[in-house]
């Protein structure tokens, strides 16, 4: 090691005398042979980013570079593994390691590296055209995305962005998935951690741990191996991608790998966009995004990588530039309200704020599956809750007994679309996943008696006896019926009840 390091300011490292580095090339620095990055050269100058706590590294330190990218050691081991940014295991994850630099031995059966920051290739990108079901009604009903997609998930403080993202990388049904924990509270990874361990997989009947693959770098890890997670989750995937399986990307939360950016960037005294950003924090984003979709791989297999990544927009502001930047590059936005979540409406997903682009593509792929009523089920759902907003703010200036008697039943079809079908309890063991078929049941049965209540007040039927009739048992449908033939015998029910009105 000939080059030396001039100077130290947390996690920017300036070296001089490595001769023949280039950009990104690893660099080892000081006696504990420290993993770095290069980010920028000028003459004799390089500037890299350290990935580990950089205290004890001083001025005339000796560095040298490894002639390489920063790459992932890619195999089998990763499945039910945890690792950090860099992809070094964390704890026992049941791989060998060289005791000195805590790297996979080279010898590892079946292990390749892969450059993280460079996309891996393929034959030819295919059409995302076949949906992702997450088992979340909300979601699956309203705002479907498709393997291969792009999702954000907006959502202020408290709002259960980790909540959701945690159901859907339980209950989804990809092959496999790539949980990257990024900056979040070391709690909320434990507890992520914990629950993986303990359930069974309900599409091969082990353990769902044995199909995930977790990369943690929490509050307390060093800031820039948030950078490199992202990257190093996304390249996992399309490892397993490669095998002709269809892996999902999430990523909690993106915001704050913005901000790891936006430190480093401080401290490399480049020139600040907005909010104190980088410039390139747009480009960055849609790498990041970019590497998603649905290839045939060279082997001749079909597979995806989907992804979906979390913004922590500060004070909920939805205007800020992580915010704003990724909605340019996603297909689908699941925003979090937090009105709905103070409320206890869990998933707390915005029918109103949320939208989702691939709707007509997988309209057709439901229809090709047997279920050729999805588009006007979404459809039908959609217009009764966006009728009911817009119903509920009149009623609170002029009272809902002064409404005509349909807008009366406008009301009460939203609140049954609400609690009967978009609310989910993650913690019931009947609702926490919910099956297209199931979601599809009672969607159309809040629907046919809505629609039952509405011709019976059009009629000159009584609309307070209709909106005094008890509705809990369709209500209760979601958690206590177990099958499409129980949802049914409930409106069945109801709809009986309502031919008895007067």
């Not at 907006?154 to 959701?164: E, Q, R």
């Not at 009947?205 to 800031?223: C, E, H, K, W």
């Not at 530039?321 to 936005?333: D, I, Q």
């Not at 679309?417 to 996943?433: F, W």
Request: aromatic content about 6%; overall charge negative; hydrophobic content about 40%.
């Amino acid at each position: 090691m000939d080059a030396e390091v001039t100077r130290v300011n947390g996690p920017l490292v300036e070296m001089v005398g490595l001769r023949g580095a280039a950009m990104n090339d690893v660099v080892e620095l000081g006696s504990a042979a420290l993993p770095g990055e290069i980010v920028a050269l000028e003459g004799e100058t390089a500037a890299v980013q350290a990935y580990e706590y950089t205290g004890g590294l001083a001025p005339g330190a000796a560095g040298g570079t490894t002639g390489r990218a920063l790459s992932a050691p890619l195999g089998p081991h990763l499945l039910g593994g945890v690792f950090d940014g860099l992809l070094r295991p964390l704890g026992d994850a049941g791989v060998r390691l060289d005791p000195a630099t805590r790297t996979l031995r080279a010898d590892m059966p079946g292990a390749e590296y892969w450059p993280i920051r460079k996309p891996r290739p393929y034959a030819e990108r295919l059409d995302a055209d076949t949906p992702l079901h997450t088992g979340q009604r909300v979601i699956d009903l309203l705002f479907p995305v498709p393997r291969g997609g792009t999702v954000a998930v907006p959502g202020g403080f408290g709002t259960g962005k980790t909540m959701l993202l945690q159901q859907v990388a339980k209950w989804c049904d990809a092959d496999v998935i790539v949980y990257v924990g990024c900056g979040e509270r070391g709690n909320e990874m434990a507890d992520v951690l914990a629950e993986l361990a303990e359930l069974d997989d309900p599409r091969t009947g082990g353990r769902l741990a044995d199909r995930t693959v977790v990369i943690a770098n929490t509050s307390n890890m060093p800031m820039m191996a948030r950078e490199a997670g992202v990257h190093s989750g996304v390249t996992v995937a399309e490892y397993f991608r490669d095998q002709g399986k269809g892996a999902v990307v999430i990523a909690d939360s993106t915001s704050r790998w913005a901000e790891a950016l936006r430190e480093f960037a401080s401290r490399a005294g480049e020139l600040p966009g907005e909010e104190g950003y980088p410039a390139a924090l747009p480009s960055a984003l849609a790498a990041f995004y970019e590497r998603a979709g649905r290839v045939r791989t060279r082997g001749g297999a079909d597979g995806s990588v989907t992804i979906i990544g979390a913004v922590s927009p500060p004070g909920g502001d939805m205007t800020e530039p992580v915010t704003a930047y990724t909605e340019r590059f996603v297909r689908a936005r699941w925003s979090l309200d937090k009105d709905l979540a103070y409320s206890r409406h869990y998933p707390a997903v915005s029918w109103s704020g949320s939208f989702a682009r691939d709707v007509p593509v997988l309209a057709r792929s439901h229809a090709a599956a047997g279920d050729p009523e999805w588009a006007r089920r979404r459809s039908r759902t959609a217009s009764l809750l966006a009728e009911a907003d817009r119903l509920t703010a009149l009623a609170e200036l002029v009272g809902t007994s002064t409404l005509p008697g349909t807008e009366r039943v406008m009301l009460l079809a939203g609140r049954l679309l609400r609690e009967g079908v978009l609310q989910q309890s993650a913690l019931s063991p009947h609702d926490a996943s919910c099956s297209p078929e199931r979601t599809a049941a009672l969607a159309d049965a809040v629907i046919a008696v809505v629609d039952r209540c509405r011709d019976l007040v059009s009629a000159g039927g009584d609309v307070a006896a209709v909106e005094d009739l008890d509705y809990s048992p369709l209500v209760r449908a979601r958690e206590e019926a177990r099958t499409v033939t129980d949802v049914q015998a409930r409106r069945d029910a109801i709809l009986s009840r309502l031919g008895s009105l007067p």
